[in-house]
Structure formats: C-alpha cells, structure tokens
C-alpha cells in the first residue's frame, strides 16, 4: 500500500504579493518547485499539477514532512500566481482548494495583490487561512512587530481575524515546522462521495516524449480535483464544454467522450479516486486535444450524467464595497445591463454580457458556455483600466 493512501487529504493553496517568498516556501515544505513543467514531461505519467505535494508525520508530538514517526495526512499544495494578470488563474485555483497559506513579506507588508488575494479567497468562501510572515530574517525585531500589528489590522472583522499568523524565514527554514503543525490541524472538510463525479479540470497535457514510439504513447493527461462522486479507471467519461469547434463562422463545442486509462496522486497509481486532493486522469484521448492546457476550464463526469452546457446563467450576486487591486480607494458602481464581466465558475473563465438585473440577482449571456453548477460560486471581475478587476462574487441560481 502506498503510505499516502487512506490518510486524510487536504488542498491548500498558497497564495500572495509576487515575489514575497511563495515558490521558496514551497520548494522547503515539499523538496519541489511547483512551477517546473519540465518536470511533468521528464516523470511521464506521474504529474503534480504544476502543483508539489507533501505528506506530514506525526513523532511524539512533533509534526514534520521528512517522513520521521506516523504519516497523519497527505496534502497538495496548489501555487496561485501573483501576477495581477493572473487573477483568473488563481480563481480557478481557489475554486479547488480547502484551506490557504496567504504569504506577506515582513520586508514590504501588504500589497494591492495581497489585498486582491485575500478577498479572493472570501470570495469564494476559503474559511482556513493560515498567514505567513515571511522573511523575517530581512527586518529588525521592531519592523517585524510593526508589521504583525498591521496584518492583524488587515484581517480584522474578516474571515482570517482569528487565523495563525507565523513568523518564517522560508530561505532560513526558520519555523517552517510551525507552518506544518498549523497544516495538520485544518479541519479536514466533509466529502460527498456518494454523488455522481464531478471533476473539475483545471490542467491538461500531452506527456509524450518527441520521437516516442507508438506503443509507449499515452493517452490524454487531465489535472484537477474531484469535487464529488468516485472514479474507477475502465469508467467511461464524458467532457464539457469539450471541444471548440468553427462552423460556417460560428463557434460551437463538441462533448468529447473517452475512458479512463490510469489514475494517479501524487506518484501513486491507484484504481480509485474519492474526493480529495488533486489527481491526474489518463484517458484515451489523443493527446493533441490535451496539449498545453486546451480543456482547463472543462468538466468531466460519467458518461450521460453531466448537466447540459449553457450560453444563460443567472446568479446571485454579491459586490464589495470597493474595487481591489488599486492603490487608490474606488467605490464598486452598481451592475448595469448590456457591460461585459468575467466571471469565474469553478474553474472555468468566461465573458458574459449582463441582459437584466432584479435587486440581487443577474442574468448574463456568455461568450463562451459552461456547464452550470447549482451552488456554484462565481468571482465576478469588471474592466477597470484594461484590467478585470474582482468586484464581487455571486452563486449560481
């Protein structure tokens, strides 16, 4: 049995200002670094998702991830950019994450993007914060004090008031064991694996050598989160939206169907995947529709089983006071028919064009169609300034 298997599992994402101190922190907590997609081609089959994964050990009374005493879980850590154009991405990776690990440098405190992350993190309803003090081998013991007094500011009357906040040097691996004693006491929350599959695909490859040859050629490669439900390799599976295809100037979607070929966590092969932790799905397709992340975004489930997709969603919406991501402070207009939003569903980006609005709730047209999830939160961004700006967040109806 794999030492991972069976042991409880948690998605946390770690999130921040650029250049704060995410990757180093990663790369100490797992011996990875979350962003080498080299990787991924050099280990064939056996993919994080551009993510790194660690499992934590119990001895005595002390939690460590290098294997020594009782492994008591196994996490994925899913790495959100910090790059402000990034902003769509690192909503699709909050849609699949349990708990967070917000980063602050000590050296230059809170950030528009540090603000934008944090209220993107409320908005789509990331109760375990855990904040990260980073770098404080960089200031004097006073700067770090001035610092936790204004962090502590930052996330009063919100949902991180009482969050840990740990000091860390993650360059110096000084308290790097307070991170991971933090982690292993998130609650781990309530999985439905009794309902039909809902996978959300939030990564796809070709992982083929050049110049392989046809017998050791693999099928497509999907990376993402098993929302609900359980897989079994053999099972037969559909994907939507699917495919884009033109016709006569129009663009419509074609389901793709396929079956499972091999599933994989971590570097683990199983037969069977529950809710959890992010996972990798071989399937029959050819590869050329998986490349480069072509069906991110997408959803998977049993053949027959997904809800239709829709141009029309209707959602209740809910918009912050102020527009994030600025230095200066803006008011959120009110939504108005006939302008342009993005919104995030899951792991899904679209455009869709307001037609009417009744108090809180708005029925938009999409450019392109998703399949609706009832419940589904949704991050609502505007174009501020040739920027999509988040200015609220919204379930659908």
């Known amino acids: 049995m794999n030492k991972q298997e069976n042991l409880p599992e948690l998605n946390v994402g770690v999130v921040g200002h650029i250049d704060h101190g995410k990757t ?19 280990r064939g089959i056996t993919i994080k998702l551009g993510y790194a994964d660690m499992t934590i050990s119990k001895d005595g009374d002390n939690y460590n991830n290098k294997g020594k005493g009782t492994p008591v879980r196994y996490i994925s850590f899913i790495d959100a950019p910090g790059h402000e154009m990034l902003m769509a991405t690192m909503l699709s990776g909050a849609a699949i994450i349990d708990a967070a690990v917000l980063v602050i440098a000590a050296n230059e405190g809170i950030k528009p993007q ?112 098993l929302k609900k439900g359980k897989l079994h390799v053999g099972d037969e599976i559909e994907i939507k939206p699917g495919l884009s295809v033109k016709k006569a100037n129009q663009q419509t979607y074609q389901t793709l169907t396929t079956k499972i070929l091999s599933l994989h966590k971590g570097n683990a092969s199983v037969e069977e995947v529950l809710p959890g932790v992010s996972i990798a799905i071989e399937t029959e397709l050819d590869p050329f529709l998986t490349k480069a992340d072509s069906l991110s975004g997408c959803i998977a489930g049993l053949n027959g089983k997904l809800p239709e997709i829709t141009y029309k969603i209707k959602i209740k919406t809910q918009l912050f006071e102020e527009i994030l991501g600025i230095s200066e402070h803006k008011e959120v207009a009110p939504l108005k028919t006939k302008e342009m939003l993005m919104l995030s569903a899951d792991t899904t980006i679209t455009v869709g064009t307001v037609e009417k609005i009744n108090k809180n709730e708005a029925e938009l047209f999409l450019n392109i169609p998703i399949v609706a999830l009832k419940g589904s939160n949704v991050g609502i961004a505007r174009n501020i300034n040739s920027h999509w700006r988040l200015i609220g967040f919204g379930e659908i109806i």
């Open 24 to 42: 180093t922190l990663l790369h100490k907590l797992t011996g990875k670094f979350p962003d080498t997609h080299s990787e991924e081609l050099k």
């Open 114 to 225: 540090t603000r934008e992350h944090f209220i993107a993190l409320q908005a789509k309803k990331i109760k375990n914060i855990i904040i990260v003090q980073n770098k404080i081998d960089l200031v004097t013991k006073e700067q770090a004090l001035k610092n936790y007094k204004d962090i502590k500011e930052f996330v009063k009357g919100t949902i991180a008031e009482n969050s840990p906040i740990i000091p860390i040097s993650a360059q110096q691996e000084i308290n790097i064991n307070k991170l991971i004693e933090e982690i292993a006491k998130v609650e781990i929350p309530k999985r439905d694996a009794d309902s039909e599959p809902i996978f959300l695909i939030a990564r796809s490859f070709d992982i083929n050598r050049p110049g392989a040859s046809t017998e050791k050629l693999h099928g497509g490669v999907l990376g993402g989160i």
